[in-house]
């Protein structure tokens, strides 16, 4: 039987051919290691620094505690406080502010001449009125708005309440007449509008007047010794003029 040899002919030649794989095999094996160790010994530097890091945040911490504590008490002090002055002060407002509604609504009736009737009303958060109503004629809208006006040349008296809140920046803002049948209610009031007479649309604030404080007299001078006291009325009498009459 004919045997063929397919062995290239290096192979052949050098019988010891397979040293140089085997070489490159070992030595690729050797860096694999060697990489493998260097990149594990990276990330256990890592992982240390890491550690180190937690500890010291652990540490600093620890250190801060007392501190933290104390700005959560100072915290809770604060809260505590600011609901106190908050309640004080819902306590110590002024009256102006707790009857303030009262007294609007006392002088939106008081002001209302007979013949004008409201049909809405609102009020807002800044103290501003729109006001809806209807007359029998413009006069009697004229002498409600000229009313709510005055409210501005009243002196104040801090014995009355009702003095000190006036109306400002009062706008007609319209003024209207249908003669149209309208058998539907107005909204929020349930009562059917009045036909044939005028409608108007009033805005207006309410502002707080300030109670000046009365001067305080001044301290008479004592009377002087041997003379008796002069009164204010004596003093007016002696003070009056003379007037000449004739013999």
């Known amino acids: 039987m004919i045997k063929i040899n397919l062995c290239p002919r290096e ?7 397979w040293v140089v794989d085997a070489i490159v095999v070992v030595t690729l094996a050797f860096g694999g290691i060697f990489a493998l160790q260097q990149y594990e010994s990276s990330y256990q530097e890592k992982i240390e620094e890491a550690t180190r890091q937690k500890e010291s945040f652990d540490t600093s911490f620890a250190e801060l505690k007392p501190d933290l504590d ?6 809770k002090d604060n809260k505590n406080l600011t609901d106190l002055l908050t309640a004080l002060q819902a306590i110590t407002t002024s009256k102006i502010e707790k009857f303030k509604p009262v007294i609007v609504l006392e002088h939106m009736q008081t002001l209302k001449p007979e013949g004008v009737w409201y049909k809405t009303m609102e009020i807002d958060t800044a ?6 109503g209807q007359a029998f004629d413009n006069i009697l809208i004229a002498e409600f708005a000229m009313a709510l006006r005055a409210t501005q ?8 309440l009702r003095t000190q809140v006036q109306f400002s920046d009062l706008k007609l803002n319209s003024v209207s007449t249908s003669g149209k049948i309208d058998p539907n209610p107005a909204p929020g009031t349930g009562v059917p509008a009045m036909t044939g007479y005028p409608t108007f649309n009033v805005t207006l604030n309410v ?11 001044p301290a008479s001078a004592p009377p002087v010794e041997g003379n008796p006291p002069v009164s204010r009325q004596d003093k007016q ?5 003379r007037v000449a009459t004739s013999k």
Do not use: Y
Request: aromatic share 2%; glycine share 0%; net charge negative.
């Open 11 to 17: 192979e052949m030649e050098n019988p010891h051919w």
């Open 70 to 75: 104390r700005a959560e008490e100072l915290r």
């Open 127 to 132: 103290n501003k009125i729109t006001l809806t």
């Open 153 to 160: 040349n009243q002196d104040p008296d801090a014995s009355d």
């Open 207 to 217: 502002v707080e007047k300030a109670v000046i404080a009365e001067p305080l007299a």
């Open 237 to 241: 009498i002696r003070l009056e003029p």
